[in-house]
């Protein structure tokens, strides 16, 4: 696919290849520093496209990784290399600074610091690192995120686990949407067209899936679905119904939680000696 056109505002809603599957049951907690399974698993993320496009913004931002990487590290040097420049990502600091690059607005921004082994002050700047990319998506690109969004508790807490993977993975995703739609999105696609066919091609499908995909991303300029194939307007729409019963669903099982529990008779109190 055309990186030059994925994140255009003229678009074709098609959905792309996923690089993440948002309905995939969620297998036990794995700990990457278990056995070699869990830490090749880490190593095949941190070397993935997600990742490699997220490196080329380093020396774009103070707290970038600028570590000269060894020409041919030992297995045991790559897996570690792997699991400290995850932490990097999972702290929150450095993703931060590069959502200052996407959305400079500066009463959104909160002045990043390095949190690594904080768990409290990294779940706080991943939270705000969250919320910021919602705004941007709501009030700037006029797009509603209806993905499910990263869990940054999860994130914060358990990082070097497989689901810890799978919420970095939907954060960088979310990242490299806004980052292709924002004002700098030129000099960033050209950074990507920098890399290996394969991994463009990856970050393409990336790309397409995160600005296209209805499921991932809608689109609040309505106008733009006046443009689209009576067929695909009907997928979108029932796409959209079918969350919004999913929506008044889950409210209406709240609310009957909240009521059975408004209907638990409270505990009596020990008396006074």
Excluded at 19 to 48: A, N, T
Excluded at 127 to 141: G, K, V
Excluded at 258 to 272: E, Y
Aim: net charge negative; glycine share 8%.
């Amino acid at each position: 696919g055309s990186l030059a056109g994925a994140g255009g505002s003229g678009r074709t809603w098609v959905q792309g290849p996923s690089l993440w599957d948002p309905h995939q049951p969620q297998r036990p907690k794995q700990r990457m520093d278990g056995d070699g399974r869990g830490l090749e698993s880490l190593g095949d993320f941190v070397s993935g496209p997600l990742v490699t496009w997220v490196r080329t913004l380093e020396n774009l931002v103070p707290l970038g990784w600028l570590q000269d990487e060894p020409q041919s590290p030992s297995a045991p040097d790559r897996q570690a290399r792997a699991r400290e420049y995850f932490l990097h990502l999972a702290d929150g600091a450095f993703l931060t600074q590069v959502m200052g690059l996407i959305d400079p607005t500066p009463w959104r921004a909160r002045p990043p610091q390095s949190q690594q082994g904080d768990e409290r002050l990294r779940l706080q700047t991943l939270h705000a690192l969250l919320q910021q990319l919602r705004t941007f998506y709501q009030d700037d690109l006029q797009q509603l995120i209806l993905m499910t969004p990263p869990n940054v508790q999860l994130l914060a807490r358990d990082p070097l686990t497989e689901p810890g993977i799978e919420e970095m993975r939907k954060l960088l995703l979310l990242l490299l949407g806004a980052a292709v739609q924002c004002e700098r999105k030129a000099e960033i696609i050209e950074r990507i067209q920098g890399l290996d066919i394969e991994t463009q091609t990856a970050l393409a499908s990336a790309i397409q899936e995160v600005t296209q995909d209805p499921g991932v991303v809608l689109s609040l300029q309505w106008g733009a679905l006046a443009e689209l194939h009576p067929l695909e307007l009907t997928r979108v729409l029932q796409d959209l119904s079918s969350r919004l019963r999913g929506l008044v669903h889950e409210r209406n099982a709240s609310a009957e939680v909240r009521g059975a529990l408004g209907h638990i008779p409270a505990t009596p109190s020990p008396p006074c000696a």
